[in-house]
DNA sequence: TATGGCTTGGACAACGTTGTCACAATAGCG
DNA sequence: CGCTATTGTGACAACGTTGTCCAAGCCATA
């Protein structure tokens, strides 16, 4: 900048002036500045800009689970269009559902002095941001509680929409029900199963623990675990994946087997209504998941100082695919 | 820091020394600076830290088209991983096609003073970012070339793919081949097209421009092309459809009319295995483009100065899908 | 004992920018 | 004509950190 001001015969901040267009200058100093900055190939240091100016670097963090996961790219997709809007750039890390990791690239980027935080939480001790939240920086986390830290969040009626899917099996005469999950350990999980424990014990159906899987990761383990139980001596006669990528295995499974049982899964997909297989899927919006999680934060960052608040998001049961034949 | 070197009663210094985990400082010291830190809340700056000294910001940038779209949403995963190797953060941002907006970004991503760019160009001039690369920032493109720069480059192999699938498609007879691309503008598109006309000249074929759609943005008007063109007096026998967004539409169309029409997509998904329709698909690793090209972007910050290098990666025809009934 | 090297701590400036303040030049007023 | 506003410009310090340099203390060696 010093160059600028020299070749423009200005003063240093004359240059600071014109390059952030602040009025009070006259229109030829302007130009000669202009001029300068594109001879020099000039280019503000926003790091230093934001250092001496303090408050914001028009930059947010958002913290998830794993980035080529779908439903974590729309929350991205989305989380970024909204920060575009308000000017401000993107740092994405993921934590891949690792407590630690995640610890360190919140710190990091708390570090880098982000002017708000959007997290899928993957630990449940948040308490290590407590600090953070009191000098200021505003969070808000998504799809998934923070532990042992008071703060925004923006969550889907997991429970909710699982109990209505389940009911209708039941309702449909479906006895017993193959569940099938991705771990334990995740708290959309637990609530998904809660929400079919709620819808079978008001109709006197047993909870059945052979027919529950734990630590299905992949569609191919999906695929396994369906083999199993049909192979089983009293079969289930419905399926419930607690997620989509479960469905994908589960789908592949019973079509291969031309197996008539019924399918529920949690989350909907692109091609679903490709499915050669009938389903029904718990849906929702995670677009606006991310953009309630998003505006509530720009909201916090353009000063709001309300108490923490809580926004559940509803979910939808679709009836999709082509009937079998 | 003022603040932690008074209250551990050492000089300023001793506390960057230990934050920075530098020798030559007491144990007894150390101690005292880390109780000092956590108990006002310390947190280094990193703005400060990388203004002050001068090179890196252990950040890079992304520019890619639209981050929910799996395509790039697996790219970015995989430069968040590879970044992560080298403790690097990544910032994200879509162009959404928009030279305007690709131009305006990157920009921004060089005056966050990133310590290299990846970006997969939407316009098809860059020769605004000449001074940049003047200045000592290392960018790599992916996908498609930079226009008016020589620069790192890594493609895919669009038109050789185009040429074998296509051909495959002309040997087994068929001589009325429906195309449907996104776009003529984009890069891939025209060279994917540019490799049908290859595998049909040779064979003799014509090339019949009423058979070929432009403006295929979604898969619904992908499935309106295809219905159009299969009530023309000669409908054609295949389809050669060139992104997935497309294939999905033409899939949905096909298979809701029954229709036996061959299909060729460029693009493999996920779900194309659960395709009710049969279709071959033109391959590639989309992780494999992204990690060479953040390789190479590393190993140019790691301070890599030989001659700009441009890779085309291999593309390979699968055939997928459940055959019709 | 003198000399030199090594370890440890501290003073200071600098990174590139902008906020504060002061001053100069011009215009408007009585 | 002198006075105050108004506008345009610049000197300087400061943001939070770290590199450079120096000094003090200690030990080992000559």
Same mark, same amino acid.
């Given at each position: 900048?010093?160059?600028?001001?020299?070749? /423009? @015969?200005?003063?240093? @901040?004359?240059?600071?002036?014109?390059?952030?267009? /602040?009025?009070?200058?006259?229109? $030829? +100093?302007?130009?000669?500045?202009?001029?300068?900055? #594109?001879?020099?190939?000039?280019?503000?240091?926003?790091? #230093?800009?934001?250092?001496?100016?303090?408050?914001? *670097?028009?930059?947010?963090?958002?913290?998830?689970?794993?980035?080529?996961?779908?439903?974590?790219?729309?929350? %991205?997709?989305?989380?970024?269009?909204?920060?575009?809007?308000?000017?401000?750039?993107?740092?994405?890390?993921?934590?891949?559902?690792?407590?630690?990791?995640?610890?360190?690239?919140?710190?990091?980027?708390?570090?880098?002095?982000?002017?708000?935080?959007?997290?899928?939480?993957?630990?449940?001790?948040?308490?290590?941001?407590?600090?953070?939240?009191?000098?200021? *920086?505003?969070?808000?986390?998504?799809?998934?509680?923070?532990?042992?830290?008071?703060?925004?969040?923006?969550?889907?009626?997991?429970?909710?929409?699982?109990? %209505?899917?389940?009911?209708?099996?039941?309702?449909?005469?479906?006895?017993?029900?193959?569940?099938?999950?991705?771990?334990?350990?995740?708290?959309?999980?637990?609530?998904?199963?809660?929400?079919?424990?709620? /819808?079978?014990?008001?109709?006197?159906?047993?909870?059945?623990?052979?027919?529950?899987?734990?630590?299905?990761?992949?569609? #191919?383990?999906? %695929?396994? #675990?369906? /083999?199993?139980?049909?192979?089983?001596?009293?079969?289930?006669?419905?399926?419930?994946?607690?997620?989509?990528?479960?469905?994908?295995?589960?789908?592949?499974?019973?079509?291969?087997?031309?197996?008539?049982?019924?399918?529920?899964?949690?989350?909907?997909?692109?091609?679903?209504?490709?499915?050669?297989?009938?389903?029904?899927?718990?849906?929702?919006? *995670?677009?606006?998941? %991310?953009?309630?999680?998003? $505006?509530?934060?720009?909201?916090?960052?353009?000063?709001?100082?309300?108490?923490?608040?809580?926004?559940?998001?509803?979910?939808? +049961?679709? *009836?999709?695919?082509?009937?079998?034949?």
């Amino acid at each position: 900048m010093t160059d600028v001001a020299a070749r /423009a @015969k200005v003063s240093l @901040k004359t240059v600071s002036r014109v390059v952030n267009n /602040a009025p009070h200058v006259q229109p $030829e +100093l302007v130009e000669r500045v202009l001029a300068a900055v #594109a001879e020099l190939g000039f280019r503000r240091n926003l790091l #230093a800009s934001s250092l001496r100016s303090g408050q914001t *670097t028009a930059t947010i963090g958002l913290l998830i689970e794993e980035i080529a996961n779908p439903f974590y790219a729309t929350i %991205a997709g989305t989380a970024a269009e909204i920060a575009r809007q308000h000017d401000t750039m993107l740092i994405i890390a993921s934590s891949e559902e690792d407590p630690g990791r995640e610890r360190q690239l919140l710190r990091d980027m708390c570090a880098r002095r982000v002017d708000g935080l959007l997290v899928v939480p993957a630990g449940d001790d948040h308490s290590f941001l407590r600090a953070e939240v009191e000098l200021g *920086t505003p969070m808000v986390f998504l799809d998934r509680p923070a532990g042992g830290l008071l703060a925004d969040t923006v969550l889907l009626d997991n429970r909710g929409g699982a109990l %209505a899917g389940v009911r209708r099996l039941v309702e449909a005469g479906h006895r017993r029900i193959g569940i099938l999950l991705d771990s334990i350990g995740v708290y959309t999980m637990r609530e998904r199963l809660d929400g079919a424990q709620d /819808a079978l014990a008001p109709a006197g159906v047993p909870y059945d623990t052979r027919l529950v899987r734990d630590g299905v990761r992949d569609p #191919a383990a999906a %695929a396994r #675990a369906v /083999a199993e139980m049909l192979e089983r001596p009293d079969p289930p006669t419905a399926f419930f994946s607690l997620n989509n990528r479960i469905t994908l295995g589960v789908i592949e499974e019973l079509h291969r087997r031309g197996s008539d049982a019924a399918l529920l899964g949690f989350d909907d997909f692109d091609m679903a209504r490709l499915s050669p297989y009938p389903l029904t899927v718990i849906a929702y919006d *995670t677009r606006e998941l %991310a953009r309630a999680a998003a $505006e509530l934060l720009f909201r916090r960052i353009g000063g709001d100082r309300s108490w923490p608040r809580t926004i559940v998001l509803p979910t939808e +049961l679709v *009836t999709r695919g082509v009937p079998p034949r």
